[in-house]
T-cell receptor
């Protein structure tokens, strides 16, 4: 079946611009996670949704980062006033939301801020 | 969540078993041991998880010591496609995964 889909796969933007990254989770998965990964490091947690609400946004680095999931399915990660340090691979994952259910990851969006 | 310690890198010959260790000496009673791997340019892939009993699935086996302070992921017949970074993660309930640096496994032909 279809896995987690992330679009675009690559995004190049100029410093100061606004970007949106999209995640389509596996159908029926109620939990959705955003991570970012810098070169040579493990993924870093950003935010976790259970349904439409953000259950844990403690990983968002600052108020330039925001994520929504208005209908409990597709999610958008929004970054305002991008900085060169935001360059990374942004990963999305979903799970069934039941206790200890594994996460299924997409292949990420590679964001480059020039 | 408790921290894990893994070797930075390991090599394994193709066709042989790959045994990847993980230390988690401060694990608490309700924390599960999860293993994920990440092949170059892909998102992490779930492999297996367990609480206290050994587990086996089509991908791998997970051996957890009786005191739960360490575990070993076993890939019984490693192939070149198993070359990846392997992450050992502790988690309880619905909390988000916290990834460390993992073990870079290189399967040699």
């Amino acid at each position: 079946g279809a896995g987690v889909s992330q679009t675009p796969s690559n995004k190049v933007t100029e410093k100061g611009k606004y970007v949106e990254l999209r995640c389509d989770p596996i159908s029926g998965h109620t939990a959705l996670y955003w991570y970012r990964q810098s070169l040579g490091q493990g993924p870093e947690f950003l935010i976790y949704f259970q349904g439409t609400g953000a259950a844990d946004d403690s990983g968002l680095p600052n108020d330039r980062f925001f994520a929504v999931r208005p209908e409990g399915s597709v999610s958008t990660l929004k970054i305002q006033r991008t900085e060169r340090g935001d360059s990374a691979v942004y990963l999305c994952a979903s799970s069934s939301g039941t206790r200890n259910s594994p996460l299924h990851f997409g292949n990420g969006t590679r964001l480059t801020v020039t | 969540d408790a921290k894990t310690t893994q070797p930075t890198s390991m090599d394994c010959a193709e066709g042989r078993a790959a045994n990847l260790p993980c230390n988690h000496s401060t694990i608490s009673g309700n924390e599960y041991v999860y293993w994920y791997r990440q092949i170059h340019s892909q998102g992490p892939q779930y492999i297996i998880h367990g609480l206290k009993n050994n587990e086996t699935n089509e991908m791998a086996s997970l051996i957890i010591t009786e005191d739960r302070k360490s575990s070993t992921l076993i890939l019984p017949h490693a192939t070149l496609r198993d070359t990846a970074v392997y992450y050992c993660i502790l988690i309880r309930g619905r909390r988000a995964l916290t990834f460390g640096s993992g073990t870079r496994l290189q399967v040699q032909p």
